[in-house]
C-alpha cells in the first residue's frame, strides 16, 4: 500500500515539477529532506504517535525551513506531516527518482570493486554501462567489497554483471569440480 501511495505522491511532485520546470531541483530538495527527516534521532520524533500531532508538525515544518526547500517540496512535506505519512516519504523519494530517470533517458549504477578507482576507471566503467543500456545518462555511484577480491561488479537497475575476481575463481572451482579435476 506504501508503496502504491508513493508512486501517486512521487507522480503528482513530477508533474508540478514539470510545469515549473524544476524536476531536477525537487528532486534534489526531496532527497536533502529525505535524508534530515530521517536522521536516526529525529525519525521517532516525527513518527511517534505518542507526541502530539501539533508538536511533530511543528518540527517538521522546522526542519523544512531549515532545509530553505521550494514552496512546492515544502507545501508536500508538511501534506505528508498533516496526514501521518511522512514513514512514506522514503517512497516518495524512490518514485519520484524512477520517474524522473525515464523522463531523462537515465539509469542509476552501483559499481563495486575491491580498491578505489581512479577517475579514469570510474569513467570508463560509466561508459561500458551507458553502452549496455543505450541511456543518454548514468548516473554511477562506487563501492569498495574486498570480499570480490579483484574485478568489478556492476548493478545497473538490478542487472549484476559480475566481472569479480571471486566469481571468476567460483565458475573455475565449478568446471573442475565437474571434470574431477
Do not use: H
Not at 579483484?150 to 565437474?178: C, F, H, N, P, W
Amino acid at each position: 500500500m506504501n508503496g502504491r501511495l508513493g508512486k501517486r505522491y512521487a507522480r503528482a511532485l513530477l508533474d508540478l515539477a514539470r510545469s515549473e520546470d524544476a524536476q531536477q531541483v525537487y528532486g534534489g530538495e526531496l532527497v536533502r529532506a529525505a535524508a534530515a527527516l530521517g536522521e536516526p534521532r529525529l525519525l521517532p520524533l516525527l513518527l511517534s504517535p505518542a507526541i502530539d500531532a501539533s508538536q511533530r508538525r511543528a518540527t517538521t515544518k522546522s526542519v523544512v525551513e531549515a532545509l530553505q526547500l521550494s514552496t512546492t517540496v515544502a507545501q508536500l512535506i508538511l501534506l505528508l506531516a498533516d496526514r501521518d505519512r511522512l514513514a512514506i516519504l522514503p517512497d516518495v523519494v524512490r518514485w519520484y527518482e524512477e520517474f524522473l530517470d525515464q523522463e531523462l533517458d537515465r539509469v542509476r549504477v552501483t559499481i563495486s570493486t575491491a580498491a578505489p578507482l581512479s577517475q579514469a576507471e570510474k569513467t570508463e566503467i560509466t561508459e561500458l554501462a551507458r553502452r549496455l543500456t543505450r541511456r543518454r545518462e548514468v548516473v554511477a555511484t562506487t563501492e569498495i567489497d574486498p570480499d570480490i577480491l579483484g574485478g568489478v561488479v556492476l548493478d545497473v537497475a538490478g542487472t549484476i554483471y559480475d566481472g569479480s575476481l571471486k566469481a571468476q575463481l567460483g565458475r573455475l572451482s565449478k568446471e573442475m569440480a565437474e571434470d574431477g579435476v
